[in-house]
């Protein structure tokens, strides 16, 4: 589902790797520079000097997150609850604001959202779906992020710094939906600098170090 070959820039120097579907790539940095380069690859920010870039068998350019989550690349920031909801909307609307960008007449047809309580009904209690985000724990805030993207179905999620948050309830949860996605068939990749989080989930680990990605 995504590939890198031999990508180089200003930093990153011949950069390798690959995940397949459903399987989970844990990145873990020394600096923030490598990593920072490495994320604005993928966001669009910047673009490799060298090498390139496959999403789903197909070469991998854009100039935008928005491009990108239409080319099936998707991210879940640091923070995410303070950064990628909406806390004065309900959980619909946050869990189906990338749906709405990806059907047209989304809002118009109350089958979609109906399909999506059936979809989630094991993870969501159906009261909250019209509760407003600010209402509810920040464990099932912290769900919701993570149910938007199962919804949406990319064929890569990035996960930045995804266990930074000191609270284990809501660093559990995190873990369960990362679990899942993979095996709902979705790529995932981790880029983080936090080692301990890293060790109860499954997947290969590499170390990215002055631009040069190794695998001890």
């Avoid at 890293?198 to 990215?208: F, Q, R, V």
């Amino acid at each position: 589902m995504l590939k890198f070959e031999n990508v180089s820039d200003n930093i990153l120097k011949n950069i390798n790797f690959s995940i397949r579907r459903g399987e989970i790539l844990k990145i873990l940095y020394t600096d923030n520079t490598s990593a920072d380069n490495l994320i604005g690859i993928l966001k669009g920010v910047s673009h490799p000097t060298e090498g390139r870039i496959i999403v789903n068998k197909q070469p991998y350019t854009v100039s935008s997150i928005s491009e990108a989550q239409t080319k099936g690349v998707c991210f879940v920031e640091e923070n995410p609850i303070e950064t990628m909801l909406f806390k004065k909307l309900t959980v619909m609307y946050n869990l189906c604001m990338p749906l709405a960008n990806k059907i047209d007449w989304f809002w118009l047809r109350r089958k979609y959202c109906k399909s999506v309580k059936l979809a989630l009904q094991d993870l969501i209690h159906p009261t909250d779906f019209e509760k407003k985000i600010s209402e509810l724990p920040s464990s099932i805030q912290q769900k919701i992020v993570y149910c938007k993207w199962l919804l949406f179905s990319p064929k890569v999620l990035i996960c930045i710094k995804p266990f930074l948050i000191s609270d284990i309830q809501v660093n559990r949860v995190t873990e369960q939906m990362i679990n899942l996605l993979a095996d709902k068939g979705i790529a995932v990749l981790i880029v983080t600098s936090n080692w301990p989080s890293l060790n109860s989930l499954k997947g290969k680990t590499y170390y990215l170090e002055n631009g040069k990605l190794i695998s001890r």
